[in-house]
């Protein structure tokens, strides 16, 4: 089992730039793929940033890539994902998953079996 609870979200300006934190417990050592989810009302979830905790072999989706990096304190056992020049269209619940590192490619949701709670980002114009 693996406990997550993700944190760090708000409300925000375009432009400005969050923190989101992942703060991961239990029996880490199995699921070594922690990815960062979001979904907005009426849209499917969609994976944005993984890392493989191992070693630390990064993915991103092409709407982040530039913007978010997704980190990761091995003694904290926290994951990171850093946003800026947040946009309106990152608007949407954010959920940190922790998965194996095989079963799939990196946005293959059903991989993931722990999920977080979600923590809402909002971006307003």
């Known amino acids: 089992q693996v406990q997550l609870v993700d944190s760090g979200g708000g409300s925000v300006q375009t432009g400005d730039s969050l923190r989101l934190s992942c703060v991961a417990s239990?029996?880490?050592?199995?699921?070594?793929?922690i990815t960062w989810f979001r979904q907005s009302p009426g849209k499917e979830r969609e994976a944005v940033a993984s890392?493989?905790?191992?070693?630390?072999?990064?993915y991103y989706a092409d709407s982040v890539k530039g913007r978010f990096t997704i980190s990761k304190d091995n003694a904290k056992n926290v994951i990171y994902l850093q946003m800026n020049s947040l946009k309106p269209e990152d608007t949407a619940t954010y959920y940190c998953?922790?998965?194996?590192?095989?079963?799939?490619?990196?946005?293959?949701?059903?991989?993931?079996?722990?999920w977080g709670q979600g923590t809402q980002v909002t971006v307003s114009s």
């Open positions: 998953a922790a998965g194996p590192p095989n079963g799939g490619v990196w946005f293959f949701t059903p991989k993931y079996r722990f």
């Open positions: 890392i493989y905790t191992g070693g630390g072999t990064t």
């Open positions: 239990g029996d880490t050592a199995t699921y070594t793929a």
